[in-house]
């Protein structure tokens, strides 16, 4: 087995309907140099028969005793990580056979990025296309990357790879539960940090309808508006005043004006 050079990080919290699939979309990956963390965050279902199902020596298993939060298993996942590359995914989701080799490649090719991402095709509970996410497609090139992302979230989570030694050093805030990931790639961003993204679908991207992504749920200006100020606050406290902070911090005023315009149009309590 060659040397691994991506470690592959999945939580897994009662995923078993779909958790089969997306072992596997893992272990026929073209690209073969990896070790897969798997963390069991306390799931009640059969997760766990279906983990140790597999017998790969590729699989590094751990299980959280009590159930501890995406935020605290992601960590956990990245402080394991002892390879170059780390690459995110979800339960639910299937990766397309070449997706670790063309990131792979991709970030070797391109020292000076730190995030390759990916664009995503959409899928239901059923496997079924869905299309596309509007905001992953019409934003592809670093900078309309970079410009979009204080308005509103452009990356799917699970399509990204990194490198290890900065996502250790970034990790995820356990203050943004609701958008961990939209808010890692704010802090990067205002840090210089690079985030490209390869234009071909690599990741089968599951929506479900606890997805924060793509919900559309009455709240969601106000969890966009939260995710922002409170991710402008850390940068201040921080002295970081930069233009991305700037513009995150003014947009989620406008966030949270669309969500009181939208709770009066509904007449209903948006929290």
Known sequence: MPHPRVSIVMPVFNAAAFLREAIKSMLEQSFDAFEF?????GSTDESQEIIRSFNDPRIRYVQNE??????????????????????????????????????????????????????????????????YWKEDREHMTESSIREFLPLNNCIAHPSIMARTEMLKAFKYLESQKQAEDYDLWLRMIADGKIIHKIEEPLLLHRIQPRSFTRQRQRNVF??????????????????????????????????????????????????
């Open 66 to 131: 009590y159930n501890k939060g995406i935020v605290y298993t992601l960590n956990l996942g990245i402080g394991l990580a002892s390879t170059e590359y780390v690459a995110r995914m979800d339960a639910d989701d299937i990766s397309l056979p070449e997706r670790l080799l063309l990131q792979v490649n991709y970030l070797d090719e391109h020292p000076y990025v730190d995030v390759v991402a990916c664009v995503v095709n959409l899928v239901d509970a059923d496997g079924n296309s869905t299309g």
């Open 37 to 41: 963390i798997i963390i069991n965050d």
């Open 222 to 271: 106000f969890k966009l508006a939260d995710t922002k100020l409170r991710f402008a606050w850390n940068e201040a406290r921080r002295g970081n005043w930069n233009s991305i902070v700037l513009k995150t911090g003014l947009n989620s005023f406008a966030d949270y004006g669309k969500g009181y315009l939208k709770k009066w149009k509904n007449g209903m309590d948006p929290r």
